[in-house]
T-cell receptor, first 113, second 110 residues
């Protein structure tokens, strides 16, 4: 499968715990995006990488959130000290060029108890 | 600030009908517009991408149009089928990110 993959697909955690999600983009895509989606809403932009450089971060990305893309390949999104309001679907997307289509992974559904 | 609106929020039609989904945006300075499909609890599947210089794109039974000057896009679905039931989202590429509508939930009744 050469699409975008995300792991885990589901994560249930207790409030206050740290969680980390992984995204593997399509191999030749140098741009990688993280979005968050809550029920009944469209996705909201979180952050964007071009190769290994994190170029943009949304104000939604509080200091409890950190994202990395070492070596410009896979990316991780970590949430520290999770809160119930962090419960959402976390989506990763990649694209080959600035004006190309974004292709999305299946998402990681986070539930914070 | 770019805002994207999709109307209606939900739509239910009998199988076989042609239908149109609407997307409007407030700032015409866009790079492109993309239509996606989302099945319940799943990720997003890209349907069509229209570059800012284009007026429409077609893929099978789907046709998307773009009118930048009026800030509108439509997604036309011909001969709808029960398998078309899903939420359809439009997203505008305004800068480095996609700005999304809330989607139209489409139900095709057999």
């Amino acid at each position: 499968d050469t699409g975008v993959s995300q792991n885990p697909r589901h994560k249930i955690t207790k409030r206050g715990q740290n969680v980390t999600f992984r995204c593997d983009p399509i191999s030749e895509h140098n741009r990688l995006y993280w979005y968050r989606q809550t029920l009944g809403q469209g996705p909201e932009f979180l952050t964007y990488f071009q190769n290994e450089a994190q170029l943009e971060k949304s104000r939604l990305l509080s200091d409890r959130f950190s994202a990395e893309r070492p070596k410009g390949s896979f990316s991780t999104l970590e949430i520290q000290r999770t809160e119930q309001g962090d419960s959402a679907m976390y989506l990763c997307a990649s694209r080959a060029g600035r004006f190309n289509e974004q292709f999305f992974g299946p998402g990681t559904r986070l539930t914070v108890l | 600030k770019q805002e994207v609106t999709q109307i209606p929020a939900a739509l239910s039609v009998p199988e076989g009908e042609n239908l149109v989904l609407n997307c409007s945006f407030t700032d015409s300075a866009i790079y492109n517009l993309q239509w996606f499909r989302q099945d319940p609890g799943k990720g997003l599947t890209s349907l069509l991408l229209i570059q800012s210089s284009q007026r429409e794109q077609t893929s099978g039974r789907l046709n998307a149009s773009l009118d930048k000057s009026s800030g509108r896009s439509t997604l036309y679905i011909a001969a709808s089928q029960p398998g078309d039931s899903a939420t359809y989202l439009c997203a505008v590429d305004s800068n480095y990110q996609l700005i999304w509508g809330a989607g139209t939930k489409l139900i095709i009744k057999p």
